[in-house]
């Protein structure tokens, strides 16, 4: 006869959740990472957050860790010859050869959460291999558990080209860094008031529907028809992999912001944090109880 123990017994364990915010320049980033580290903190969270950007220098949060006590990029263009972008290479490639001055400062009490303001040169992590690296080290040394929040300037989905480039940058994100990973379309409010040059209505765009209309959409115009075989072959991959979706986000309504916590807290493990409850039958309500609809608010 096999020994049978209480669902109810479970070894508690120090977890910490981050949540890795990650997108091209001008998406929302830094915004995000501010107006999110305030909503947690509403809710009595302790919440950490950590710039890993060396060029951000209009950050509207205090940053608790910061990379540019380490390295600068300034320091680095001078130093190397270098530019922007070259200089941020540089800088990622050091962070992870010095990864221990962050892992040493990694540290909180159970169910902390982390925020990481990334840099927005999408190459970072959609080729080099430094971000993807530093987040494996994170999670297995840390007991961190992470999850991606890729943001998108929702202007994208005003033009056919510029939202199959947006679909192969997300997709392209997920498959190289291999994290839970949560897309979101930024600034709706301008989506709004500029919904008659969408061709296709909001659900279209966040459930990445039937893209054989973009590509109708793309025949038609005068510059992209001549790429018709490349236009298939792309819409071809994407929806293969059948992996990407949006959420849209209004970052100053605290809703919509909440909504996207809820999506967050799953998509990193925080649902199933041990003093919620770790008997089977609250995980599963707990995860149940975040598949609110994002897009209702925007309708």
């Known amino acids: 006869m096999f020994a049978t123990k209480s669902l109810n017994t479970f070894k508690s364990v120090n977890k910490l959740y981050g949540q890795l915010v990650i997108g091209p320049p001008g998406a929302g980033k830094t915004t995000y990472c501010s107006e999110m580290s305030k909503l947690l903190r509403k809710i009595d969270r302790k919440v950490v957050i950590v710039n890993l950007d060396p060029a951000n220098e209009c950050m509207t949060y205090k940053a608790d860790i910061d990379i540019r006590d380490l390295i600068g990029l300034e320091n680095v263009m001078d130093e190397h010859s270098l530019g922007p972008n070259g200089a941020l290479v540089y800088c990622m490639e050091y962070l992870e050869k010095n990864l221990d001055w962050l892992l040493d400062q990694i540290k909180g009490d159970n169910a902390t959460n982390f925020i990481f303001d990334l840099p927005g040169q999408v190459e970072l992590y959609s080729h080099h291999d430094s971000l993807s690296n530093i987040f494996s080290k994170l999670s297995s040394v840390n007991h961190m558990q992470l999850c991606v929040v890729h943001l998108i300037d929702s202007h994208h989905c005003s033009d056919a080209g510029k939202f199959i480039a947006a679909l192969m940058l ?101 649902v199933f944090k041990s003093d919620e409850g770790r008997h089977i039958n609250s995980m599963l309500a707990c995860a149940m109880g975040v598949t609110d609809n994002l897009n209702n608010e925007f309708e």
Do not use: C, R
């Open 170 to 270: 997300s997709l392209n994100a997920m498959l190289k860094i291999g994290l839970p990973h949560i897309n979101l379309l930024t600034k709706v409010d301008l989506l709004k008031q500029h919904a008659d040059k969408i061709q296709f209505g909001i659900d279209f765009y966040t459930e990445v529907l039937d893209l054989n209309y973009l590509l109708d959409s793309l025949d038609s115009d005068n510059f992209t028809n001549k790429y018709k075989k490349l236009n298939s072959a792309l819409v071809s991959i994407i929806e293969d992999y059948s992996l990407v979706s949006f959420h849209l986000v209004d970052m100053f309504k605290e809703q919509s912001l909440i909504n996207v916590k809820k999506l967050v807290d799953k998509a990193n493990g925080y």
